[in-house]
């Protein structure tokens, strides 16, 4: 075996629409070693992982394993050179056995048939090895999420890997099933196997790796040994210094102003739990937090769009019973979810249309909608937003990100909500049409709408709000005011705190 | 979990049940029922019906559907027997049979290709072949009928062999090697594995397309085999052989407890899902409904293909409520 790394990224950038992913980004990972990868979120970890795991084919650079050029963009070729993942969301087949999902696509044959005997004793012996009592014919839906993801990790170490991907591997696993994890990667480790591990949780990063390498904004930031980093210097590299056009505008104090949204004690089995808060008129709270920590789920349940097992909302001071979206738009409140593509905008039809969308019963006398009020509510909002387009019968798919993002805000805005719940509103966003969307919320918040403003994007979040809630696994964890947040204080209070380590 | 639960998730056990409660009260009404002449009747008539559900079972696993299997039977008895009859091609019979299996393969395989290639859904690739196969084959018949067809031919569907009928003897090579490749071979836990999440089935590595394809082409070639066993049963080919077949085997598919959505089926469930509905036809004539019993099919059929469904929902939001106790 040659000396130099086992796997090798040279150069790598993958751009998806127009906005870069990874910008040449190299990184060498050496046979035998566990090396963290770290970054928040967005910094384009998933991309790189799904360019070593053969998934996503990278626009240009190239992936080296033992110093010899790798074929990319395919699954099998990754797999042959002996790359295995253990994603983050647990991807499996619910209607097979743990046996058919640990050895579909590899599985042992005997002639043309499988060896179901030989799939058995193997499936047996890896989960035996994870310390793990799996019922091996059960269709792996009906088990545990723990078991599920043990069954997923089976599956990962049935390859004879000689560098192991994990993404995020004890998301969903207790302290227990997380010892046996750690034990597992030493051992494989002690085995000549490199680990690339990617966690949110830097305890464990620290406890388990030989290397760290932080990304940021898709650009390699820094590799270093990590007996000679702390927890401070890796969040310092994570977020960067410089703190993007956060300039505090002197706002007057919201404090005495009324409380249009309040939320109580508010909780979904599993998901969230004792979640209290308070959106002023005029004010815009943020709400920071890591992928996963339940923000856009709590947005969601205050919306009536999934339910809730406890607490109250409400608007204006009086209760909003639970169970219906319409009546949460009636009594004022607006929700622009995440993913505007699915979720927020009809894309094939016009942009007129789909901004007059949510206000056509206000349009509407006798069942006819007026074609003209509808126009003049259409060229309205387009002047407001400075939406782009030649014309209002363009189809709303044929806009840019940003200009789409302004139409689903104007569709919301159209119905003139007091309470404006905002999730992730400038993902995917470029950069001069997330200006205007900025100073957009700021003029809706000045006009006196409260603001609930989700979003991962740090620097955005701390130039935006007067308030910024930060959520962790499903709680609140903090609360900054605008004066002594920082990137480093959100981040400390959104990481989830020690796990199996400190048991 | 209680036996209401069970038979809701484990379909199988629930039509074996409804199948063996129709028969005891069949036979009690009317003993002549269950005389031997009867009960083969029977299974010769739902040979097609289990054959070309073994297909379509796949088909539905992986979360498609293929609707075209009737015209496809039509057509390809309209090939069959022009190839065969002395009065048209008049080829030796074996020759007829070969090009009519893979006449059957090649629509399956254009199936597959449109649905996986074009990424036109199946539902729609299918119902374009329903209508387009039906209309080649009411050209290619030009409204007449083929009634000399060759003896060899007819020994396909009213031959025995070993005391068996021929058709009886292929449909259950059909079962059993659709059973041991659903079961023990690499590409038919593949074929679940596409059903099940389509999105891991590439993550694993998986060809999603190609194994589609495969079901597709599998289909149209079980189609050809159902079509040489039972189109030669009758002395006569006319255009309209196959219709309401494709509603029939979805239905003793969907009965059987393939889910509609992928992923999950057996071909034990189709098979008696087949002998389910098989027997409703044969029980409402033994009930002397007399014109009203083909009235009375259909409406059954329509019945029991919502009522799969409804169960289907009903253990899935069962299970749910178990997982979050």
Redesign the interface.
Known sequence: MPDGPLVALRNITKTFGGVHALSGVTLEIAAGEIHALCGENGAGKSTLIKILSGSVQPDSGEVLVDGSPLATGSVAVSEAAGIAVIHQEIVAFPHLSAQDNIFIGREPRRGILLDRAKMRSEAQRLLNQLGEDIDLSQPVGDLPVAQQQMVGMARALSHRCRLLIMDEPTASLSARETTVLFRIIRQLQSEGVSILYVSHRLEEIFALSNHITVLRDGRWVATEPTREINQDRLIQLMVGRELAQAEAETKPATSAERVLLEVRGLKREGVFDEISLQVRAGEIVGMAGLVGAGRSEVAQSVFNLDPRDAGEVLLDGEPLPAGSVRRAMQRGLALVPEDRQHAGLVLPMSVGANLSMASLPSLTCCGLTSARREDELIQKLMRELVVKAASPKLAASSLSGGNQQKLVLGKWLARRPKVLILDEPTRGVDVGAKAEIYRLIRGLAAEGMGVLLISSDLPEVLSLSDRILIMREGRISGELSRTEATQEKILALAIPAATAQAA | MNPLTLLARRREYAVALALALTIAVAGIVNPAFLAAGNLRDILVQVVPAAIVGCGLTFVIVTGEIDISVGSSMGLLAAVLGQLCSPLHAGLPVWVAVVLTLLAGTLIGLVNGLLVTVARVPSIIVTLGMLTALRGATEMLMAGKWITDLPSALRFLGTGSVLGMRVSLWMAALVIVTSI?FAR???LG??V??V???P????????SVGRIKIFVFTLTGFLVGVATLVSVPQLSVIESGIGIGLELLVVTCVVVGGT?ISG??GTIIGTILGVGLLGIVRTVLIFLNLGERSVYWERAIQGGFILAAVLADNFAQKN?RGE??A
């Open positions: 041991l023990n071979t690499a836990r593949r679940y594995a059903g099940s999440n999105h891991a089935a590439h993550l694993a590595g998986l889910s992923g999950k299970k997982a979050h």
